[in-house]
């Protein structure tokens, strides 16, 4: 069971995840920081590391989520909270979904994320299926397609997530 | 400019993913492979490593991208082609949108995903707006919410992405 964060807590994440934010600009990197916070109250940091790594998958909420998998030992976060300096866009919302984040709040939103010069908008344009043309998805007529569920469903050893 | 593969190419890669998926189901994987194809004919691959490196943003897509920007040296794979053995979920095609992939190609799909007991219908959904109960996103109003951009717009050595 999540327990959704008082408000006052909600408003203390959201502004160490701005000051996070704002120290990854001097740092070089993009101007996003999160904050996922588990039902025991630890807490893990993430800042965008884009352009630092060379990892287009290094969005802040995506960094703090992986940190605390990674120092948890554990793919569920289930029941954790992600804060946000900024209104996640798809990838970081996906990537909260499948690690089970029970809940999510921001602080700017994707108007002002836009305005700064980032993409979301664009990408929450293409999620809504409105225009698919920035990136075709194609599906290929493969035999075999099935062979991994297959030998997915036949594994003993599976581990489910 | 993006140079779409022919069809033989596309299923060759196509293969390969389906064979990385199969063999990743051994080694304790979940049955999901890609391979990233470069413009200039490089290939990196991936496999599905969520339940083994306890990272729920391990997704086979996600794997094969981070290292093939990694491996360049660069989070921009403009041009480059992504090929998933199944149909990628939000996850996945964000991860490309934002590494600027020009196409994506996949075998088997969500439904047959579905069918081996995997979210990405149900996470297609939230992202069709009908029911975002799953995981709620809430906007909090909170002072100084547009440091992190001030601070990006006036940092001279900003690495834009």
Redesign the interface.
């Known amino acids: 069971m999540s327990s959704p964060a008082s408000?006052p807590d909600?408003?203390r994440h959201?502004?160490r995840a701005?000051g996070l934010?704002?120290a990854?600009?001097?740092d070089?990197g993009?101007?996003?920081?999160a904050v996922v916070v588990m039902p025991d109250g630890r807490t893990f940091d993430g800042v965008n590391r884009?352009?630092r790594?060379?990892?287009?998958?290094a969005?802040a909420e995506?960094v703090a989520?992986?940190r605390a998998?990674?120092e948890?030992?554990?793919?569920?976060?289930h029941g954790a909270v992600l804060y946000a300096?900024?209104?996640?866009?798809?990838?970081c919302?996906?990537?909260?979904?499948?690690?089970?984040?029970?809940?999510?709040?921001?602080?700017?939103?994707r108007r002002?994320?836009a305005?700064?010069?980032f993409?979301d908008a664009v990408?929450y344009e293409?999620?809504?299926?409105a225009d698919r043309s920035?990136?075709?998805?194609?599906?290929?007529d493969?035999a075999?397609?099935?062979?991994?569920?297959e030998?997915?469903?036949a594994?003993a050893?599976?581990?489910?997530?």
């Open positions: 408000q909600a408003a959201l502004e701005v934010a704002v990854n600009v001097a070089g993009g101007p996003f920081g884009v352009t790594d060379n990892d287009p998958t969005h995506v989520i992986r998998a990674a948890t030992a554990d793919f569920d976060l300096s900024c209104e996640p866009c798809p990838l919302l996906a990537a909260a979904l499948w690690a089970r984040v029970g809940a999510v709040h921001f602080a700017a939103d002002d994320a305005a700064a010069g993409d990408f293409y999620f809504d299926g920035l990136m075709p998805v194609a599906h290929v493969l075999g397609s099935g062979r991994p569920f030998a997915w469903a594994f050893g599976r581990i489910e997530y």
